[in-house]
Structures are given as structure tokens and as C-alpha cells.
């Protein structure tokens, strides 16, 4: 049986041979006016997310101004609920997802003063269990996702040492798989963003040493396709986010040069929209925040276009000089 | 966010749209208005029930809408009679169905039927196994559906062994069916444990049976021969393959007494926890000493420990012992032991039984390969099997695979090239080590640019890495007796710090680098021993009058191409 090769043909389109920065900030300022677009209406329980990818793509070009500070506070500060846990919006229930989001957000904007990090650090605290992992509420749901979501809070509110590290990391650890990624629990099938959030954690816990970075790196940059475009798992089409699930996790183990950046950079500007701006996940689709952050912090992590684009943390996606100013330093591959 | 194609439309098509999705967005945020407002209150009802159902079934990814159906679902089973609950878990459940089918990719309603069957007084477990077939059928790769089938294996009496066979038939009837040769990796070692457990990673195959992993070799040349385009027979053949696991063995043994220091070497990265094994004789008495690694980030495992000895005469006799093995030093500053390479080294061991279906294994790729010389999967198989088989003497067919391989597949160059470094120097080790004559090694001209396993060189004097194509210091950090040490004509940007732990270091040579910033060169200021620096042909050198670097560097021979100083 023949393997049908799962991949796009890059339109030729001059537009798209260059970085359409300006009209990405036009879109991404602009995105949420128009409160007459379903897609942002459905997505309103996750809004959160939605904040952190706007402010975090326009911080990484210099142009967090075009967001309202005080809004974007106002509004991050009123989904906290009184379990010290953050909601995707202001009437939705606690979650890991959105308390990193939110305390990512109040680190880009240096406010994380104005949360009671002890409070929050209690809620994140209570999600981890007996062995180790994380669920995401109450629920009971437990994923790889999760354990980043509470170890890069908690790095950030400096409260790491308020779970179990040991457990956490063989959770984790117990996640790896015969390829040498990493799947949502143990049993799981590897997957780049759980690959990702699993390296993570790993990183900001300071056990790197545990993965098998070769192996590893084999995978990951096996996710390459022709059209320069990265997929999340063998066979599957390529996506512009992950152009930060794949680069973000082999940076972590110092593989990046594994990968054709110049391919990589081709593909992430034909995802361009060059009407209205933003990137989408493949050549022609609707953009959206997701995938243009995930764009611009993949073309950073390759080095491309370093004047335009600030350098960005593998481990939190965040700008590097946050980290820095946090006195956050965490130990990668090389 | 995903697969949603742009198009045009013209104005009077678009107007009809925008009016049709105004009438949606009303619908939905009325419905989602009204669900929280009966939520704020308490009406945990039937009717809250069915609006959750409206949301979810248009949102399936909503959590806050589902946790509030969890809610309604955990009021109404208070008050009802063992016949309604019955009755609501057994409806939850087709809706659910009806869910994963508009969506089979949720995690919300994959999360919410974990729930529902776990709290379900009565789980039909056969029910969910054939549920999950039916949608395997549809997308062989859902991994939310995988992970739930798991899920229901666990509750059901379901033996490894039936699973195995599943996985079997999955990749029967698809040979590229990644999910299935990974649910394999996982059955393997439940059906067939090894007698004796290696510490390892629970996703290693020497926790298999060797007889039963051998086995597998046939499924994966079969499946070779049938699609060599395949990539999952690889990745899981390179996990059949195993990696090197050995004992801990100590290397080297030294003592510097100028840098009153005594040092250790293993042949792997330890836990400071192993250092409780060692001891330490002076003329018969055992030491109490204080070991650190050195060159790794805090807290990892290291495969060099230093201890601090002070004033100790040079003719005095200094012994190590280790696992019944013991080094002696005697007026000689490094102590090697004797030992068996296979026992110590980085390369895979292979059984007889191993090495034998292997071959048998290798030597039907390689007919393959004649048939298919561009195929890259067939000279990635036919290389790790030869570098697992007998590196030495098929090493220039390993090179020919290398080769092919940078020009087939050009955009993963950089993770060939890596391999090729790794490769050479493993294949160096054991002529150095055989030597016993540790004051040079030649590593130039190897197009290496990534170090591996550098701790077998670290008894090494002076060291030639000129004219390769490294552009980092990793690696360095465990050279620690280096004198000398020539890494010109590389593609080095900066000094980084590993080149601090090289506390003999004399005479460094970075000509014809690419160092831009002077203070990573300042870095050198740290190390006392040094007095003889080459930086010559560095941008660093265009950009900065030389004159001032020669006076940053005032007590040592600097040479920096047109003037040197003393
Ligand atoms: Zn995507």
C-alpha cells in the first residue's frame, strides 16, 4: 500500500516573498472589533488564549501599544475566580489553560503585582495528584498540556517549589514514547504540541538530561515536508502553529539547525494573508492571532528577520527580555 | 482556526451571508447568555440540560458549558430513582455519540464520556471498544480515540496480549499506520518483560524479551519491502535497535597536584549518589572527600567529578577503588584501566542472536537498496543496521550512506551531518583508548559539527578540532586536561563558558572563527593557565582595533594577525 504524502503547494504570489509586518499589526489590532464575526463569538470562552497570542505577537514587534494596558489588565484581573484560578472569560470556570495565559500576560505587562501570587499558586498547587500529574480543573481531566501550564505559572509567580517536583517530572517522564516524543498521558501517542509542553516542563524543572535528544530531533525535524512546512505527526498536512510546537521543542534540545529554516521561512510567508494580514495555518486559509503569533515566533526562532522580530523564549513563548527582566534562566540542549 | 479556506464572494452574496450569520450569532449568544444566567440561579434542571445540549452540539469545545452540564447532570441524579438514572446516563451517552460525530476530534466530549462512564453504575465497556472501532475505521489516527479505547481496555478484562494481536491487524491491513506500531512499542514489554531490568526509560526495548523483539524484525522488513516510502517501520526499527546501555565504569583516574585536584572520569553521565562508591587510598588509608561534577549544569548527571586533595607528595601511591575494580597512580598523573571496550565504549552490544538476525535483517535491506539506490528510508535502515552490526569495517559503506543521504534529503543536512560527527567519533574511541598514549589526538578535517561523547578524550593533552564545522563550545567542558587545544577554521561566533573548565588549558588557538562580540573573549581573562591566544581572521578583528584587544590581553602572546605581542 502506497503512503499518500500529506502536503500543500506554496502559491506563487510576489506579495507573500516578504514580511507583511504592518498589515499583521493592522489585524491583529483590528481582530474582536467586528463583533459581528461568529468565529470570534464562539471563541469568546476562550478569550483569555485569545489576549495572550495578540499581545505577545505585538510585544515580540515592538508594538504593544496598539492594545489598551489598562483594559487588557482590567479584563485579565476580573476572570480570576475566588479559588485564585483564572477562567478563559469573565462568566467561565477556572483552568490551567487560561491561569497561565493570564499570569503570562501580567508578565509582559510587568503587573504580576497585582495578583496575590501565593493565592494563585495555592489553586495550581491543588490541581497536581498523587502521581504526579496535573489535571486542568476540577474535572479531573489530566493531560501533558497541564503540567506546563502549572509549572510555567508557577516559574513565573517564582512559586515552583510549591508542588511536587520529583512527581512531576516522572509523570512526564513516563510519557515518553519508543520515538522519543511525548503524548498526552502515559500510553499516549507522541505529538508536537504535547512533544513541546512536555520539553517545557522538563526545562523549567532542570531534567533535560532525561530526554533522548537525538532520537528525538530524528522525529521532529522528519516533520518537515516538501513545501518546507512542518506537521504535528507522520502523515498529517502541514500547519503553521507548528512551526512553533516543532522549532520551540528542538530548540529546547538544541536541534534547530536539523530543519531547512530557509524552506521553513517560504512556507510561514505563503500562510500570509496579504489583503487583510495575518497568518493562517496553510497557504489561502482564513488567518486568525494563533497562527500569526506562531508564525512570527517560528521566524524568530530561526533568526529571520532579527530587526523586525524580538528574540522569543522556547520554553514560555514569551519575548526573552520578560524573562530576563524576571531573572528567569533555564538551562536548554545545545 | 484550522482548514477554513478564504473566499471571495461577491457583494450581494456576502450581504445575504452577513445577515444569515448576525441571525446564528444572536441565536448562540442568547442560548449561552440564558444557560449562564440559569446557572447563576441554581436551576440545575432538565431544562438547563437541554439548552447545555443546543450549545455543545453547535461548541462541543465549550468546557465552561459542559462543566455546567456535569453540574445539572450530578442535581438531577440526586433526586432521582435508579430507573432515571439509568435512563439519563444511557441518554448522556447517545448524545455524546451524536456529538463525536459532528466532532470526532473533541476533547470536551471525549473528556465528558470518560466521566459519564466512569460515574456509570453500569459501563458496557464491550459498547465503548466497538465505539472506538467505528471511528478508528473512520480516521485510523484519531489519538483522542486511541487514548480513550486505552481508556476502556483498562476497564475491561482485556489481556496485553489480545491488544497486541489488534495492533497487529491494524498495521496488517495499513502498513503506515503510525498509531498502531506505537501502541505496539507499549504492548511489547506487557507481554514479554525481560528477566533482567537495565535501569532505563519505561519506553526502552530492553525492557522486551530478546527472542520476541528479535521477532519483530521480520513484520519490519516485510513491511519495508512493501512500502519503503514508510517511515514508521524506521522509527520503530531504530527502537528495536536499542540503545548502549553499560554498567558504569570509571575511565580515568587523575591527580594534578599543582591544581590540587583529584579527578574522576566515567564512561556515562551519574548521579552524584554512584560517587558514595567510590573510594579513595592514599599509601592504604581512604580519603574523605568532597566530589563535584564538573561542566554540567547544577544538579545533572555528570560524567567528571572533581575532588579537592591538597599537598600531597607526587611519589606518593594514590588508589582507586570502584565496583572491585581499582586504578593505582603512581608518579604518573592519569590512570586508564584496562578494560574491555565493548564494556565500556558508547557502541550498542549486540548477543549473538541479535547480531545474527541483524545480518540476516541488513542484508536484505541492501538488496532492497540496489533496486531502490535513491530511496532515503533504505540507506537510513542500512546504515543503522551497519553501525549497529560492525561499524569498523563497513564504515566507508556507512560514509557512501551519509553521503546519499545529504544529497537525497538536502533540507535535514544538518541532522545527518550530526550523525556523521557522532559516528566518527565513536569509531575513534577505541584506537585512542587502545593507545594508552594520551598526549594527542587528531580530530581535524572530520567536517564535525556537533561533539559527542567527549569524555572518553578528557585524559587528552593536546587536541586538534582545526577545520571542522562546529559552531558551539558543547563538549568542551570535559576536556580538562587539555594544554593545547586548536580550534581553527570553525564556525565558532563566541567563546561560551565551557571553556572555563579546562583549568590546564596553555595555548588556544580560534583563527579563522566567526567571533563578533568582544566580551565573550573576555571570558578567557578567567583562566590563569593560559598564555598563548590566537584569534586571527575573526570579524571581531575588523570591526576593533587590534591594539586595544592586545592590551586587554597584555600578559599573554596574543596573535591577532598583524601584529603579535609578548
Ligand atoms: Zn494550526
Known sequence: ?334 | MHGRVKVRTSEEQAAAKKLEREKKIKKYQGVTEEIYARREAGSLDEELLKLTETLLAWNPDHYTVWNIRREVIVNILTYSEVEAKTELFKRELHFLEMCLKVNPKSYGTFMQRRWVMSNNPDPDWKHELALCDLFLSYDERNFHCWDYRRFSIGKSEISPMEELEFSQKKIESNLSNYSAWHYRSKLLPLCYPADTLLPSVSADSSSVQEDKLLQEFDIVTNAIFTDPNDQSTWFYQQWLLGRAHKEERLLFFMHFPSNQMLLLVFNQPVNKDLLNEVQVLISGNILQLEWSAHGSPPTWPCSLWTAVLISVDTSVNLECRFRERALNLFTSSVCAPSVNLEEIGPAISLTAAKSGVLHTHCEAICELLSIEPDNKWCHLTALQLRWAIDPDSSAAKIMDHFSALEKEDPHRKGCYQDMKSKFLIETGIPSFLKKRDFSHLNLSGLGLTRLYHTHFFSAVSILDLSNNRLTNMQGLSVLVTCQELNLDGNLLTEVEEDILFLIRLRILSLKSNLIEKEDSLLLLEKIDSIHQLNIEGNPILKERDSSLLINLFSNLILNCGATSTS
Open chain 1, 1 to 334: 500500500m502506497a503512503v499518500s504524502i500529506n502536503d500543500v503547494k506554496l502559491p506563487d504570489i510576489p506579495e507573500r516573498k516578504s514580511l507583511l509586518l504592518d498589515l499583521h499589526v493592522k489585524s491583529l489590532e483590528t481582530y474582536g472589533k467586528d463583533k459581528n464575526d461568529l468565529e470570534y463569538v464562539m471563541s469568546e470562552y476562550f478569550r483569555m488564549n485569545g489576549v495572550y497570542w495578540i499581545l505577545t505577537a505585538l510585544k515580540l514587534i515592538g508594538k504593544e501599544d496598539k492594545l489598551e494596558k489598562n483594559e487588557v489588565l482590567e479584563f485579565v484581573l476580573s476572570c480570576q475566580r475566588p479559588n485564585g484560578g483564572f477562567g478563559g472569560n469573565i462568566k467561565n470556570d477556572p483552568h490551567l489553560l487560561y491561569t497561565l495565559s493570564a499570569i503570562q500576560i501580567l508578565a509582559i505587562y510587568e503587573s504580576l503585582d497585582k495578583i496575590d501570587s501565593d493565592k494563585v499558586a495555592d489553586y495550581i498547587a491543588g490541581q497536581q495528584q498523587e502521581d504526579g500529574s496535573f489535571i486542568g480543573d476540577k474535572w479531573g481531566e489530566v493531560d501533558t498540556r497541564f503540567s506546563l501550564c502549572a509549572l510555567a505559572s508557577l516559574m513565573l509567580i517564582n512559586r515552583l517549589e510549591r508542588v511536587n517536583i520529583e512527581k512531576a517530572v516522572d509523570f512526564v517522564v513516563r510519557c515518553m514514547n519508543f520515538d522519543g516524543g511525548f503524548g498526552c498521558v502515559p500510553g499516549s501517542e507522541s505529538h508536537s504540541g504535547q512533544i513541546y509542553c512536555c520539553l517545557g516542563a522538563l526545562a523549567i524543572t532542570n531534567r533535560l538530561y532525561k530526554v533522548q535528544a537525538d532520537v528525538l530531533g530524528t522525529w521532529l525535524c522528519e516533520r518537515q515536508l516538501k513545501s518546507g512546512g512542518l506537521n504535528g505527526r507522520p502523515e498529517k498536512l502541514p500547519d503553521v502553529c507548528y512551526s512553533w510546537w516543532v522549532l520551540a521543542s528542538l530548540k529546547i534540545i538544541g536541534r534547530i539547525k536539523w530543519i531547512d529554516a530557509d524552506k521553513m521561512k517560504d512556507y510561514i510567508l505563503a500562510c500570509q494573508d496579504e489583503e487583510s494580514g495575518g497568518i493562517a495555518d496553510r497557504p489561502g486559509d482564513i488567518t486568525d492571532p494563533f497562527h500569526t503569533l506562531f508564525g512570527l515566533t517560528g521566524l524568530s526562532l530561526l533568526g529571520h528577520y532579527k530587526g523586525e522580530i524580538k528574540p522569543v523564549n522556547p520554553v514560555f513563548c514569551m519575548p526573552e527580555e520578560i524573562l530576563e527582566k524576571l531573572g528567569i534562566k533555564i538551562y536548554l540542549l545545545r
